[in-house]
């Protein structure tokens, strides 16, 4: 069964750093991962999809890697701004036509002004 | 371009009562459609998915039922809520979307918040 970890839980820094998200997975079967955004209360909006095949995809201040054979993705944040704070998911989606995505609990961004 | 809508956005329901929470999907055919709960403390849980009218697959076992009466229309519903049954409920289709790097992808509504009290 696959696993997706998260690491750190909770992220707290002041507004300009660079930060690093860390995803892991335990089964690298993977079709392609998602990284989402979430607001308080609201759903999920996608940042980047990185397939199976590619290593990197980038959009705006955002990098995200994928190392599939380690089992690894890592969500590059750079000059962080207040209004990136937010919770950032990760998920992995194993391809077969209709499997769902499995997610990790996510990392709680917060960037202070 | 491709829409997904839910409702309600916010629902709060006695133990007990049953439960319809709706979501469509526009701008698309024949998509696969998806239903995801989180819970406090917890991640997001795949709970079904559809690839069309009349088929659904469960992935947990649950006082929960999902349904597709139309192509872009999926329901998710149960007769009697428990207390463990509150959540934030999301929708989600699944597809190749144009203008993307035509790679599959989901895209998800915007939820709904169930309180069972």
């Known amino acids: 069964k696959q696993e997706v970890t998260q690491i750190p839980a909770a992220l707290s820094v002041p507004e300009g750093e660079n930060l690093v998200l860390n995803c892991s997975f335990t089964d690298s079967a993977i079709y392609n991962l998602q990284w989402f955004r979430q607001d308080p209360g609201k759903g999920l909006t996608s940042l980047l999809l990185?397939?199976?095949?590619?290593r990197e995809q980038t959009s705006g201040r955002l990098n995200a890697s994928l190392d599939k054979s380690s089992g690894r993705s890592t969500l590059y944040i750079a000059a962080s701004q207040p209004g990136d704070s937010a919770t950032y998911l990760c998920a992995v989606f194993p391809g077969g036509g209709a499997d769902g995505l499995t997610f990790g609990k996510g990392t709680h961004l917060i960037i202070q002004p | 371009s491709q829409t997904i809508h839910q409702w309600p956005a916010t629902l709060v329901q006695p133990v007990g009562s049953p439960l319809s929470l709706e979501c469509t999907v526009e701008?698309?055919?024949?998509?696969?459609l998806y239903w995801y709960r989180q819970a406090a403390g917890r991640g997001l849980q795949l709970l079904f998915y559809?690839?069309?009218?009349?088929?659904i697959s469960s992935e947990v076992p649950q006082n929960l039922s999902a349904s597709r009466p139309q192509d872009r229309q999926f329901i998710l519903s149960s007769k009697k809520l428990l207390l463990s049954d509150s959540g934030f409920y999301l929708c989600?289709?699944?597809?190749?979307?144009?203008?993307?790097?035509?790679?599959?992808?989901?895209?998800f509504g915007p939820g709904t918040r169930l309180t069972v009290t």
């Open positions: 701008g698309t055919s024949n998509p696969n």
């Open positions: 989600a289709w699944g597809g190749v979307s144009a203008g993307t790097s035509g790679y599959y992808e989901q895209y």
């Open positions: 990185i397939q199976s095949s590619q």
């Open positions: 559809s690839v069309g009218i009349g088929q």
